[in-house]
């Protein structure tokens, strides 16, 4: 009697830490319609996505101004910066600036992933994800 309750609790033990990593190593689907930005966050991740792609870049660097930060940039090619790009507005405009910050941190993590890195002018270290990449995917008209 012990040595068959002994192995129906070690048969139910198994299936638990089967079931349990189960559970642990895979994902739970996330609705793409559950994180929908507003217009100006999407186009503000979409172009993040656009210069990440168009550049070969891994991350995009950006500085308090807008500006895209990029080392190994050509020297004759142009500066390119968020703020002028999505607002029209100039780099040294303190309310295009805190707008920026405000879209920046609209966009959820999910679709858009914070890199840490100890720079002090460059706040925005981030890559798209693949999450972000289905959404605009998802929302070409």
């Known amino acids: ?7 129906l609790l070690t048969a139910a033990g198994g299936v638990l830490v089967w079931f349990g990593n ?10 793409i319609s559950a994180l929908a930005l507003d217009p100006e966050a999407e186009r503000l991740l979409k172009r993040i996505y656009e210069l990440q792609t ?4 891994y991350k995009l ?3 308090h101004d807008g500006t895209l930060l990029r080392p190994n ?8 910066n968020l703020i002028e790009s999505l607002f029209g507005g100039k780099r040294g405009d303190e309310q295009s600036q ?10 959820p993590v999910t679709y858009l992933r914070n890199i840490p890195q100890a720079n002090w002018d460059t706040p925005y270290v981030v890559a798209v994800t693949p999450e972000g990449r ?3 995917r998802s929302r070409q008209h």
């Open 54 to 57: 168009h550049h070969d870049l």
């Open 1 to 7: 009697m012990f040595v068959g309750v002994g192995f």
């Open 22 to 31: 189960e559970l642990r190593t895979t994902p739970a689907p996330i609705a």
């Open 134 to 136: 289905a959404y605009l």
């Open 98 to 107: 805190r707008a920026l910050e405000k879209l920046m941190l609209e966009i």
């Open 61 to 63: 660097v950006i500085s």
């Open 73 to 80: 940039a050509p020297a004759d090619e142009p500066e390119i």
